[in-house]
């Protein structure tokens, strides 16, 4: 399904290539009519800014959401684990799930990085697409929650992908996510301190269960905080 492509590219950073490419993104997006009418209003409002837009405004633009604030990372499992040992095991998991798929990540970027996870999608079929996004879709939600605060045209992608999922996100998880910091991007003193490493605990009390493939992915994917149970699939 090319209409993963797409909103992967939606997600990268800014490059002459993305802004050359933007006015055929609603061609493949109306051909394979998989984004609901509903949620393309505010995706080809994205998709008209890239295209117009200035390349370094979109660049600053970007890099101000996405590179400088850790509560908008692209990365998945940033939003489950942060620096926890699980992350580690949880990458592991993720990357054993592509290659069974057959998929060989060539990029240098860590498996849970969601424009490489959509690429991934668009190599399943479209339940099996379906079934995965579901997982991370708590995720999904929140950074779309963010970004609405922001005012930022990018929300358009998170709604788009929850709503491809057709999974309604559990509340409770959401609202976890959503009571971590999330500091102004001018703001460095905040961001200095959301950045700070978290304390990595070793020993028999700092294991976790682990297993590989699909049901792995989704245990770790649904698992919002500690403090939430939500039920398996």
Not at 62 to 77: K, Q
Not at 124 to 144: K, M, S, T, Y
Not at 191 to 220: I, M, N, Y
Request: proline content about 6%; hydrophobic content about 45%.
């Amino acid at each position: 399904m090319k209409t993963f492509k797409v909103l992967s590219a939606l997600l990268t950073y800014p490059s002459e290539d993305l802004v050359a490419a933007a006015p055929l993104f609603c061609v493949v997006l109306d051909e394979e009519g998989l984004v609901p009418v509903a949620a393309r209003e505010r995706l080809d409002v994205l998709i008209e800014e890239l295209a117009t837009g200035d390349l370094y405004d979109l660049q600053e633009r970007y890099g101000l959401l996405f590179d400088r604030s850790r509560s908008l990372a692209l990365h998945l499992f940033e939003h489950v684990h942060g620096e926890s040992r699980d992350r580690g095991q949880a990458m592991v998991d993720l990357k054993t799930l592509y290659e069974n798929a057959g998929f060989v990540i060539t990029a240098n970027d860590l498996p849970d990085f969601i424009p490489l996870f959509l690429e991934f999608l668009s190599t399943q079929p479209v339940e099996a697409a379906r079934e995965l996004l579901a997982q991370p879709a708590h995720i999904l939600a929140a950074i779309a929650e963010r970004l609405e605060r922001r005012s930022s045209s990018y929300r358009a992608v998170f709604d788009a992908l929850v709503a491809i999922a057709e999974a309604k996100p559990e509340r409770e998880a959401v609202e976890e996510l959503l009571k971590g910091p999330d500091p102004d991007p001018m703001d460095f003193a905040a961001l200095d301190e959301a950045w700070e490493e978290e304390e990595v605990k070793f020993g028999p009390t700092a294991q976790s269960t682990s297993s590989c493939g699909r049901d792995g992915l989704q245990s770790r994917m649904r698992h919002a905080s500690r403090a939430i149970k939500t039920p398996a699939a």
